[in-house]
């Protein structure tokens, strides 16, 4: 029985006793911050078991897609080194939602394994809970188990809880007994229930009957419920007859393809073998993981999914592969688990490119660290890797703790893990004393000082000018003077200003200084070196000194701008959470008068009809004019009301929480619009990556997206004038302009067919015999493998018996068919041997049928002596 055909048995089985088929959720939890993957079936139904949400179904069953590499489960370590650990794998589960109990889970679990699935009796052993009497009676009453193959258990192995409080409940354990056969290589035998290898649990039934209080005490729950799991792998490999799991047929053909790919046969070397389980089980769980939106990272989920790629590559390089495979080998897992996950398809080239990418940083970052770890090992003295080189081969060559970890395990050694702690503890502090304003410069003590004696007070929520403000300090390189002279540059601290400083994403004011109604010094950029310190950095159009009251006027076209960008950002950031799922947070942003620039977490290019969809949803916003209001509130009970965090930003005990109606609100310290009306227009410019798992998106409004639209729409004009038509029939008229074109395109390949058959003659009279087999072999140009493969079947039934080979040479790249008469194909010449022999003169390879067979290359100079080549191969 295949896994697949074990999968589909198992679901169809509890769909005839009931139960709702549910799909798998996906490996990230929804609404789940305690899980870091999904690990077991019951994960989906989580709110269910609690009473937290109702559906419309009491009984379901699943296949659920499980990883166990992080956090509490976490089997990484173990993968590839034991019969069962995996990182990805299927959890089989049914599921009672306060219907059936005891009684009818144990039925139909004996039912399936032992008549379904056909498993021998005596092969099977059961479990129960210590003081579970109800289980062990209904497994002797309602099935035909023997008591002598019943045993009880502690509650370490046979009672299951959710938490420290809340549902719980004993359960049943089946298990398959190997025999002696299953033992590990030295290991005692021993009855069961012993843990020795031989007894293998393949189906865990829990009684979810209880409700555990903080002192421990259990009260029976009104309606319990039933959780079960069987690993689909570790029950193929029963009913497949194999020991380990890694044998059943959702694995080895992995491993198998992997032993091709690096060169090596599953097998023939213990260590080897390793590799191959290595990279296979990671292979699967990288290509899932990517699939459900998971991207390699620094932190997090995707830190763990780096963390396991790179395990798979590091072995693969012990090896001695060194080239990228591993998102080849995704393509194949695509493949193979196609049956139960159709939808891999869907996303494969994402998911390579992904693994691709990645596979390249870490041969670039991974053999310069790993050469380091090595360099650093011929100092050591007492096997222990010093706390400082461990901190330098994490913080200068990005080799992880875990890498570093596994490498020194491998070698016997020890890492001074408490003096790392202390080496990033003292990085922290380092990062703390630094601060980076708009030159990149350390802040220097001068601001410090000027915070101390002179906050500024901003009055630019309110008003874009005032008239009063003082003068408290001026510098120059960083100095503070007295007094500035026309024409120097400078900075200008004043006690209060309009002016905004960058922050935020939103960019510094503009705009000049007025004592009366002379203007003294022009605003080019304004920053906050320090939080509550508005730095104004300017020319001065006059002299300037400390103590002198100044008037402030921001350009208020260029603030309006601004404005109407960041309001924007605001309802891009929703709409775009309404589209493409709550996973989007922003990750960075920039405001000007010009553009808004806005980077969000999301693993795929955002499609053009989901921009269109961001663009509909924010101008109906726009329509509507909704007030932007704006409150400022204790920060807990902003983050309480369901306001949004921006990225990178610190926030003290008061925050401004800026609301647009119920659609967006987010804490935010920027200048908005007063209503979303006064935004005008949005329209998106642009879409891209920025890194893994991270797309920026660039938008106009107002007067940007005005010129924008009257700048299409003149294009359209002057294609319409172009091809002669109006607007309305621009599109129509450039279709028929393309149709017209590939008509032509059709025609010039249809002659260019015409002249390639009637060249055949010539062909044929240049053939060569060989041993009494006629040989064609010719270099043609000009023709795409279409035309050669059609020009080869011509010359095949012109020559009655023979071979011919063609190969052309453009754009750097070779093709080459070969054809093989049906009297000799197979029997005395092979074309698929002989295409891949004449590739791999010209760098690369190909094969195919006895009959005809097609190969590429890149070395166009080689063509001509590999075409030639062929004569002496046939002969």
């Not at 829990?206 to 409700?211: A, E, L, R």
């Not at 020194?408 to 380092?430: K, S, V």
């Not at 921009?611 to 329509?623: K, Q, T």
Request: with cysteine; net charge negative.
């Amino acid at each position: 029985m295949t896994g697949n055909e074990i999968r589909e048995k198992f679901l169809r089985y509890f769909e005839s006793k009931g139960h709702r088929i549910v799909s798998s959720s996906s490996l990230v939890p929804a609404n789940d911050p305690t899980l870091l993957f999904a690990n077991a079936g019951m994960n989906q139904f989580k709110d269910v078991f609690l009473g937290a949400e109702k559906r419309d179904y009491s009984r379901a069953t699943t296949s659920q897609k499980c990883v166990r590499a992080g956090g509490k489960h976490n089997d990484l370590e173990n993968v590839g080194r034991t019969r069962r650990h995996h990182t990805f794998f299927e959890m089989l589960g049914n599921f009672s939602f306060g219907d059936y109990f005891k009684k009818d889970a144990i039925r139909y679990a004996w039912e399936l394994v032992t008549e379904v699935y056909g498993l021998p009796k005596e092969r099977l052993y059961v479990t129960v809970f210590e003081d579970d009497d109800e289980a062990e009676e209904l497994w002797a009453n309602e099935t035909d188990v023997g008591r002598d193959r019943i045993f009880r258990c502690g509650a370490k192995d046979n009672f299951w809880q959710m938490g420290d409080t809340g549902p719980c409940g004993p359960c049943s354990e089946i298990f398959y007994d190997f025999g002696p056969i299953g033992l590990e290589p030295g290991e005692e035998d021993a009855p069961f229930p012993a843990d020795v290898s031989r007894y293998v649990e393949i189906w865990n039934l829990v009684f979810m009957q209880f409700d555990r209080d903080l002192a421990g005490n259990l009260t029976p729950l009104p309606k319990p419920s039933i959780d079960t799991g069987m690993g689909l792998e570790r029950v193929a490999a029963v009913l497949q007859g194999k020991i380990s799991n890694f044998e059943c047929d959702l694995i080895r053909p992995i491993i198998d393809e992997a032993g091709r790919t690096l060169g090596f046969r599953y097998g023939d070397d213990p260590k080897i073998d390793t590799t191959l389980r290595i990279i296979a089980d990671h292979a699967r769980a990288a290509t899932f993981l990517i699939h459900d939106g998971v991207v390699p990272a620094n932190e997090g989920r995707g830190y763990v999914l780096r963390k396991i790629m790179r395990r798979a590559l590091r072995h693969a390089r012990l090896a001695g592969r060194e080239e990228p495979f591993l998102f080849e080998l995704t393509k194949f897992v695509a493949d193979l688990m196609r049956p139960g996950y159709p939808e891999l398809q869907d996303s494969i080239v994402r998911v390579q490119k992904i693994v691709r990418d990645e596979e390249v940083r870490y041969q670039r970052s991974f053999a310069t660290a790993e050469k380091e770890f090595e360099a650093a090992l011929e100092t050591l003295t007492d096997g222990v890797l010093p706390g400082p080189t461990v901190f330098k081969l994490y913080d200068t060559f990005g080799l992880s703790l875990d890498e570093q970890q596994e490498m020194a395990d491998e070698r016997g050694l020890r890492l001074d893990l408490d003096g790392y702690q202390a080496e990033m503890a003292r990085q922290r502090e380092r990062a703390r004393a630094s601060w980076k304003g708009a030159d990149h410069a350390t802040v220097g003590p001068v601001y410090q000082e000027l915070l101390d004696a002179h906050r500024t007070k901003f009055l630019g929520y309110e008003t874009t000018a005032s008239n009063s403000s003082t003068i408290v300090a001026l510098l120059q390189n960083g100095e503070r003077v007295e007094r500035v002279e026309a024409g120097a540059r400078c900075e200008i601290v004043l006690d209060e200003t309009p002016f905004y400083a960058e922050s935020g994403g939103q960019v510094g004011d503009k705009g000049f200084l007025l004592v009366g109604s002379d203007e003294v010094a022009s605003v080019d950029d304004t920053q906050a070196p320090l939080k509550g310190l508005t730095v104004h950095k300017a020319r001065a159009l006059a002299t300037l000194t400390v103590g002198e009251k100044v008037g402030c006027r921001v350009y208020p076209r260029l603030r309006d701008a601004t404005r109407r960008n960041h309001t924007a950002t605001h309802l891009m950031h929703a709409a775009l959470r309404q589209v493409l799922g709550k996973h989007v947070k922003q990750a960075g942003s920039v405001v000007d008068p010009e553009r808004l620039r806005f980077d969000v977490t999301h693993y795929a290019a955002v499609t053009p009809s989901e921009l269109e969809e961001v663009e509909r949803i924010v101008n109906r916003e726009i329509l509507v004019n909704e007030p932007v209001v704006t409150d400022v509130m204790d920060l807990n009970q902003a983050v309480e009301t369901g306001a949004m965090a921006l990225f990178g930003e610190k926030y003290g005990d008061k925050v401004r929480v800026v609301q647009v109606g119920d659609f967006s609100k987010e804490l935010c310290g920027g200048t908005h619009v007063s209503r979303t009306g006064d935004i005008g227009v949005f329209k998106i410019t642009g879409e891209g990556s920025v890194s893994a798992g991270v797309r920026r998106l660039e938008a106009v409004t107002g007067e940007g997206a005005y010129d924008l639209y009257r700048d299409a729409l003149e294009k359209v004009r002057q294609i319409g004038s172009l091809l002669k038509a109006s607007d309305p029939d621009v599109v129509d008229a450039v279709e028929k302009a393309l149709a017209d074109r590939r008509e032509q395109e059709k025609e010039i390949e249809r002659l260019k067919a015409k002249l390639a058959q009637q060249s055949a003659g010539e062909l044929l009279a240049g053939a060569r015999d060989v041993n009494g087999v006629k040989v064609v072999a010719a270099k043609v140009d000009g023709l795409d493998r279409g035309q050669m493969r059609s020009l080869v079947d011509t010359l095949r039934q012109k020559i009655g018996s023979g071979v011919v080979l063609l190969g052309s040479g453009d754009d750097g790249k070779v093709s080459l068919i070969c054809g093989v008469t049906k009297d000799l194909a197979g029997k005395r010449v092979h074309a698929g041997k002989i295409v891949g022999a004449v590739a791999e003169k010209v760098g690369g390879r190909g094969g195919g049928r006895p009959d005809l067979a097609e190969a590429g290359g890149k070395d166009v100079a080689a063509l001509a002596g590999a075409i030639e080549s062929v004569f002496g191969m046939l002969e």
